[in-house]
Antibody, heavy 116, light 106 residues
Framework: EVQLQQSGAELGKPGTSVKLSCKVS????????MHWVNQRPGKGLEWIGR????????IYAEKFKSKATLTADTSSNTAYMQLSQLKSDDTAIYFC?????????WGQGTLVTVSS | EIVLTQSPTTMAASPGEKVTLTCLAS?????MYWYQQKSSASPKLLIY???SLASGVPDRFSGSGSGTSYSLTISSMEAEDAAIYYC?????????FGSGTKLEIK
C-alpha cells in the first residue's frame, strides 16, 4: 500500500523559513514525480511545483519560484519543500502528491500558520 | 498558463437528481482529471483520462469532453456527494486546477 506521510503542523514567524517533509512508503520515489499543492483557508487548490527525485530536476509555478524550494532524498524516500520569507499570505495547508495514472496518492497535508 | 474555469461556482441538488459540472480550458488539453474534496481533507481522484473511473469510485460518476470543454456528471445525487469538485489539467506546466464547484445537498 502506498502512503505519503507528511510532517506536522508548523507555526512560523514572518520572514523566517519552514521545511516540510513527505515520506513515501510502498513506492520508490525515483520512479515518479513528487508534486506539492497548497490550499489557503477557504480557497481552492493551487499547484506549487514538482520534483523528479531521480535527478533533482524541478518545475515551479511562476508565483512560487522565489518562495518554494523542492528537494528529495531518495535514500530515505522523502520529498521536502522549504518555504522562505514567510508572510501571512503563506498560511495554508500544503499537500504532497504523486500522480501515477490511474492512481493518485496524496499526503494528509501540513498546516503552516504564519504569525508573529 | 492554461486557465480552467468551472461552473457553476455553487449549486444544490436533491437526492436522485442528475448533476452536471463543467470545466472550460483556455487552451486545448489532452485529458481532464476530476477530484472531490470534503472539508480540508486530501482530494480524492474521481476521473482520470477524461472519462475513466478511478478505483473505488461509484459508477454514478462519469466524465466526458474533449479539447477545451469537459464535464463531470453524477447520474443520481446522493448525500455523500456533497463536496467541492475540482478539475485538473496535466497537459502543460504549470499544472492548473479549476477554482472548484461546491455541490450541496437540498
Amino acid at each position: 500500500e502506498v502512503q505519503l506521510q507528511q510532517s506536522g503542523a508548523e507555526l512560523g514567524k514572518p520572514g523566517t523559513s519552514v521545511k516540510l517533509s513527505c515520506k513515501v512508503s510502498g513506492y520508490n520515489i525515483r520512479n515518479t514525480y513528487m508534486h506539492w499543492v497548497n490550499q489557503r483557508p477557504g480557497k481552492g487548490l493551487e499547484w506549487i511545483g514538482r520534483i523528479d527525485p531521480a535527478n533533482g530536476n524541478t518545475i515551479y509555478a511562476e508565483k512560487f519560484k522565489s518562495k518554494a524550494t523542492l528537494t528529495a532524498d531518495t535514500s530515505s524516500n522523502t520529498a521536502y519543500m522549504q518555504l522562505s520569507q514567510l508572510k501571512s499570505d503563506d498560511t495554508a495547508i500544503y499537500f504532497c502528491a504523486m500522480w501515477e495514472t490511474p492512481f493518485a496518492y496524496w499526503g494528509q497535508g501540513t498546516l503552516v500558520t504564519v504569525s508573529s | 498558463e492554461i486557465v480552467l474555469t468551472q461552473s457553476p461556482t455553487t449549486m444544490a441538488a436533491s437526492p436522485g437528481e442528475k448533476v452536471t459540472l463543467t470545466c472550460l480550458a483556455s487552451s486545448s488539453v489532452n485529458y481532464m482529471y476530476w477530484y472531490q474534496q470534503k472539508s480540508s481533507a486530501s482530494p480524492k481522484l474521481l476521473i482520470y483520462y477524461t472519462s475513466s473511473l478511478a478505483s473505488g469510485v461509484p459508477d454514478r460518476f462519469s466524465g466526458s469532453g474533449s479539447g477545451t470543454s469537459y464535464s463531470l456528471t453524477i447520474s443520481s445525487m446522493e448525500a455523500e456527494d456533497a463536496a467541492i469538485y475540482y478539475c485538473l489539467q496535466l497537459t502543460s506546466t504549470p499544472l492548473t486546477f479549476g477554482s472548484g464547484t461546491k455541490l450541496e445537498i437540498k
